[in-house]
């Protein structure tokens, strides 16, 4: 039971814990924060002032808060003792792993994204994911590389993410098989990438030699 004199800032994470037992069944609803609320011993008026938007409110600050979990486990790691594709593939995995409890809940979250007025949301968020990911992993990248990186582990993310939601193997292995092979996917067209920069880079170039037919003695 919830004692009366919590604010609703703080009443906003003892909710979220309690309205993952009831998603599987009510979804991300206002039903079920409504039965968080009882089950924490508030009203649901104070629920609405924790949550002003509803369950869309309550469930992006489910997905924030799993981005900080994730981020804390990670940064207990000696991550950067590892090999970079060895720290994404731990960083998804830790993601996973801290879900398993409530992976109906997090199924339900996937389909409310899937609504055509909710998919930037679901954007964004699998994007902040992939950021803090990133960032765990040491990225201090600022150019392109800062969106190729996230785009290209946000499509490795958001494919493992959907195998993960329907695998039945034990202890997930078939996801984790998945998981290795969309990396080195990756890998092998960052490689690919690498070498065609470099290629270019010692190629002739055609601005210079226009160039120097136009000012010979420069």
Same mark, same amino acid.
């Given at each position: 039971?919830?004692?009366?004199?919590?604010?609703?800032?703080?009443?906003?994470?003892?909710?979220?814990?309690?309205?993952?037992?009831?998603?599987?069944?009510?979804?991300?609803?206002?039903?079920?924060?409504?039965?968080?609320?009882?089950?924490?011993?508030?009203?649901?008026?104070?629920? $609405?002032?924790?949550?002003? +938007?509803? *369950?869309?409110? /309550? %469930?992006?600050?489910?997905?924030?808060?799993?981005? @900080?979990?994730?981020?804390?486990?990670?940064?207990?790691?000696?991550?950067?003792?590892?090999?970079?594709?060895?720290?994404?593939?731990?960083?998804?995995?830790?993601?996973?792993?801290?879900?398993?409890?409530?992976? $109906?809940?997090?199924?339900? +979250?996937? *389909?409310?994204? /899937? %609504?055509?007025?909710?998919?930037?949301?679901?954007? @964004?968020?699998?994007?902040?994911?992939?950021?803090?990911?990133?960032?765990?992993?040491?990225?201090?990248?600022?150019?392109?590389?800062?969106?190729?990186?996230?785009?290209?582990?946000?499509?490795?993310?958001?494919?493992?993410?959907?195998?993960?939601?329907?695998?039945?193997?034990?202890?997930?292995?078939?996801?984790?098989?998945?998981?290795?092979?969309?990396?080195?996917?990756?890998?092998?067209?960052?490689?690919?990438?690498?070498?065609?920069?470099?290629?270019?880079?010692?190629?002739?170039?055609?601005?210079?030699?226009?160039?120097?037919?136009?000012?010979?003695?420069?």
């Amino acid at each position: 039971m919830m004692k009366n004199d919590k604010t609703p800032l703080e009443l906003r994470e003892p909710l979220l814990d309690a309205m993952l037992d009831h998603v599987p069944f009510d979804g991300w609803s206002d039903k079920a924060l409504c039965h968080a609320a009882e089950d924490i011993g508030v009203s649901s008026e104070m629920a $609405e002032l924790a949550f002003p +938007g509803g *369950a869309m409110e /309550a %469930l992006e600050a489910h997905l924030v808060l799993a981005d @900080k979990k994730m981020a804390t486990a990670l940064a207990a790691l000696d991550l950067m003792n590892m090999r970079i594709r060895d720290r994404i593939t731990v960083a998804v995995r830790t993601r996973f792993e801290q879900a398993t409890t409530h992976r $109906e809940a997090v199924k339900r +979250g996937v *389909a409310v994204h /899937a %609504l055509p007025q909710n998919i930037a949301k679901g954007a @964004k968020a699998g994007w902040r994911t992939c950021d803090v990911i990133w960032r765990a992993c040491g990225d201090t990248s600022t150019d392109h590389n800062w969106y190729t990186k996230r785009a290209s582990l946000l499509a490795v993310y958001s494919s493992t993410l959907l195998f993960w939601l329907n695998d039945e193997s034990e202890g997930f292995e078939d996801t984790w098989a998945f998981l290795d092979r969309r990396i080195e996917n990756v890998m092998q067209f960052e490689k690919a990438k690498f070498r065609a920069r470099e290629a270019c880079a010692n190629a002739p170039s055609l601005s210079r030699f226009l160039g120097r037919l136009r000012y010979p003695h420069t």
